[in-house]
């Protein structure tokens, strides 16, 4: 209808970026109030790596959208109880896998202990429900990789960024352990790349099955490489998200102190009950934990200095957690609390 031109191929990460604001204003203003969820849209529309990547025809804007998707359902899940926003959590969840595969699966342990330490179930039926939330999980994401397994060869198209033309490769190499390699070691030389329109001298092509792409992450800047978690603090990653991101991990770490009271910190048992009996607290720490997961993750992958715009996996949380934290210290400087100093 559109046409093919960038105008069009682009048209719906944008709409999806602005989509994403509106529903993280949604999903925060019932608990946290206005403000809270105008500062968060407000960061998460001017934040330099959401800005950026909506406007590119990149899957990132959609993967973003469908975690807070998956994040407001399990929200739900917590709410009401009810069966069909756990099953929509993990059916979210397996779509942000077909989007971008195992990124998906960074804020999950974040979700799954949100609703393990907030719904007010006996243990068995968490486990029941847990479970469940986690085949459905399982199913929606492997449907697609199965089919392609499934399919022979000769009856599909060949897939890239592999040199053998297997699905699992390109789930768990190339989109898997290459994406993060500073988890298990330096990442080994690579290869010299061959002439543009040549293929490896090694390589046997059957027919109808393309020129095999042999799996080479781009090549690394060492000093960059040595810097770590610290190295999202300084270029090329800190313009990414500006001086947003030490304000988001200054009130990630200040924002539960008001949420909890004195008797969680005298007796850590209290708490369960605390934050199945407080929203606040309860989802301060959903956001906060997605945030605190995908900083440790991106922090320490090789990939997030090949591909700054990787950090946009964190804009959203980062936009939450901002929004929250200043609700939050706004109100203990109301109340006159010690912590408003800070």
């Avoid at 298990?184 to 090694?202: F, K, M, N």
């Avoid at 313009?239 to 102190?257: D, E, K, S, T, Y």
């Avoid at 929004?323 to 210290?329: C, F, M, P």
Wanted: aromatic fraction near 10%; glycine fraction near 8%.
């Amino acid at each position: 209808i559109l046409g093919v031109s960038r105008w069009s191929v682009t048209l719906p990460e944008a709409i999806i970026g602005t989509l994403a604001i509106a529903m993280l204003y949604w999903a925060i203003r019932p608990v946290f109030g206005r403000l809270a969820a105008f500062v968060a849209a407000l960061v998460l529309a001017v934040v330099p790596a959401s800005v950026v990547i909506d406007s590119r025809n990149e899957p990132d804007s959609l993967l973003s959208f469908t975690l807070l998707l998956a994040a407001v359902s399990i929200v739900r899940a917590v709410q009401t109880g009810k069966w069909r926003w756990l099953i929509a959590f993990g059916v979210l969840m397996g779509i942000g896998f077909n989007t971008k595969m195992l990124v998906a699966f960074i804020p999950l342990p974040a979700f799954l202990l949100y609703y393990v330490l907030a719904a007010k179930y006996p243990m068995h039926q968490l486990v029941i429900r847990t479970t469940s939330a986690v085949g459905v999980l399982l199913l929606v994401s492997m449907s697609w990789v199965t089919m392609v397994a499934l399919t022979p060869q000769e009856n599909r198209p060949y897939v890239g960024s592999t040199t053998d033309n297997s699905i699992w490769t390109l789930v768990f190499e190339y989109n898997g352990i290459n994406r993060f390699t500073s988890f298990i070691g330096p990442r080994p030389e690579q290869a010299s790349p061959q002439p543009l329109g040549q293929r490896p001298s090694d390589a046997v092509v059957p027919r109808g099955q393309g020129i095999p792409q042999p799996i080479q992450p781009p090549a690394m800047n060492p000093e960059a490489q040595d810097a770590g978690f610290l190295g999202l603090f300084s270029n090329p990653l800190a313009n990414q998200l500006g001086w947003l991101l030490p304000v988001g991990v200054i009130l990630l770490m200040l924002a539960f102190v008001p949420c909890l009271p004195e008797e969680v910190y005298r007796r850590p048992s209290e708490l369960t009950r605390v934050l199945r009996a407080s929203p606040v607290a309860a989802q301060a720490m959903l956001w906060g934990g997605w945030l605190a997961t995908g900083l440790a993750v991106f922090g320490l992958a090789n990939s997030t200095t090949t591909h700054p715009y990787y950090l946009v996996g964190v804009a959203v949380p980062l936009a939450a957690t901002i929004g929250i934290g200043a609700s939050l210290l706004l109100s203990a400087f109301r109340r006159g609390a010690i912590l408003s100093w800070l």
